[in-house]
């Protein structure tokens, strides 16, 4: 399966690529790392690319790593589109006081607009 993972500056972000690249080694998919711009995020794009390298060279995991400009939600899209991917993976939802998922505006941008498979990571 040929794997899209996009990451942000979260911790969550961090978290689906550690689940993403599990999976990847147990079960041989071609993974793609999409490093995504958000300024207010808690790491730069620059950390994340650093860190995404890092965790794959850990795990003796070949990737590739690309740096999306603009908006975080359209640019994945976009990438996901112009790529042969089989399911893109992102990290995203909290829960409410009363139990129900809350997303916010770029996770539900993808999984209202992705053309493939989405899976989401909480």
């Given at each position: ?50 860190r995404a390298a ?69």
């Open positions: 399966m040929n794997v899209l993972v996009g990451l942000g500056g979260s911790d969550e972000s961090i978290k689906t690529l550690r689940q993403t690249i599990e999976r990847t080694k147990s079960v041989g998919d071609d993974l793609t790392v999409a490093v995504l711009e958000k300024p207010e995020a808690k790491r730069s794009q620059a950390e994340m690319y650093d890092e965790l794959l060279s850990e795990a003796d995991v070949d990737a590739e790593i690309v740096t999306l400009e603009g908006d975080p939600g359209s640019a994945l899209v976009d990438y996901a589109e112009q790529g042969e991917f089989d399911q893109l993976v992102i990290g995203g939802g909290t829960l409410s006081p009363m139990g129900k998922i809350q997303l916010g505006p770029i996770t539900e941008f993808v999984l209202l607009n992705a053309p493939t498979t989405v899976k989401l990571v909480r």
